[in-house]
C-alpha cells in the first residue's frame, strides 16, 4: 500500500458557521483517496501580538503548508459574489506557479460570464460586449471561471471528484 500523500486544502472553510464538521467531511474525503488533508493555519496569538503581526504568521504558516503539499484540493465555489475567495485564489495561483497540481471544485454550473450576469446589472454594448454597471467587460469564453483560474486548474463538480483527481494524478498506478 502507497503511504498517503499530502495536500493543501484550500477554500473558504474557515468561514464557515461548521467550519469543524466541513473539516471532518472533507479529511474522510481525503482518506478514501489515500490522501491526507494539509489545512490552512489558524494559530493563537501570543500576549501583545498585533493583527497585522498574527496575520503576517499565518500567512507564512500557509505559504509553508502550501510548499510541503503535493497536489492541492481547491474550493472555489463564488464567495461574497460571483468569484472565489481570493485567498484561495492566492494560493491556487502559487501552487500553479511552484509546478503543484490543482484540483478545484464548487464550481456552479455554467459559463462564468452567465453567472455573472445572472448575479449584477449587466448590458451588452453596440459592439456585442457583455459589460458590468461600471463599464467593465465581463469576460466571455465559455469557461466555468476566470480564464487564469480555469486554464490552470482541473475543474469537477466534488470535493469526491477533485480528491479522486488528486490521487490519480499523485498516486502510483497498482501493478495489474
Known amino acids: 500500500m502507497t503511504a498517503p500523500v499530502l495536500i493543501y486544502l484550500a477554500g473558504p472553510h474557515v468561514f464557515?458557521?461548521?467550519?469543524?464538521?466541513?473539516?471532518?467531511?472533507?479529511?474522510?474525503?481525503?482518506?478514501r483517496h489515500n490522501l491526507v488533508g494539509i489545512w490552512p493555519a489558524d494559530v493563537d496569538a501570543p500576549a501583545g501580538e498585533t493583527h497585522p503581526q498574527r496575520a503576517q504568521r499565518i500567512f507564512?504558516?500557509?505559504?509553508?503548508?502550501?510548499r510541503s503539499a503535493r497536489g492541492v484540493l481547491a474550493d472555489l465555489r463564488?464567495?461574497?459574489?460571483?468569484?472565489?475567495?481570493?485567498?484561495t485564489v492566492f494560493e491556487v495561483g502559487m501552487a500553479f506557479a511552484l509546478g503543484i497540481p490543482v484540483v478545484a471544485y464548487g464550481v456552479?454550473?455554467?459559463d462564468y460570464a452567465s453567472?455573472?450576469?445572472?448575479?449584477?446589472?449587466?448590458?451588452?454594448?453596440?459592439?456585442?460586449?457583455l459589460r458590468d454597471r461600471a463599464g467593465l467587460a465581463v469576460e466571455d469564453f465559455g469557461l466555468p471561471l476566470n480564464l487564469m483560474l480555469a486554464c490552470a486548474v482541473a475543474?469537477?463538480?466534488?470535493?469526491d471528484e477533485a480528491a479522486a483527481?488528486?490521487?490519480?494524478i499523485l498516486l502510483p498506478a497498482s501493478p495489474a
Open 16 to 31: 464557515e458557521v461548521d467550519a469543524r464538521g466541513t473539516r471532518s467531511a472533507l479529511e474522510q474525503t481525503c482518506e
Open 108 to 110: 456552479p454550473p455554467g
Open 115 to 129: 453567472r455573472v450576469a445572472t448575479a449584477l446589472p449587466v448590458e451588452v454594448d453596440v459592439a456585442g460586449v
Open 78 to 87: 463564488p464567495f461574497r459574489g460571483a468569484e472565489p475567495d481570493s485567498g
Open 165 to 168: 483527481e488528486l490521487a490519480r
Open 60 to 66: 507564512q504558516a500557509n505559504i509553508d503548508r502550501l
Open 155 to 159: 475543474v469537477v463538480t466534488t470535493a
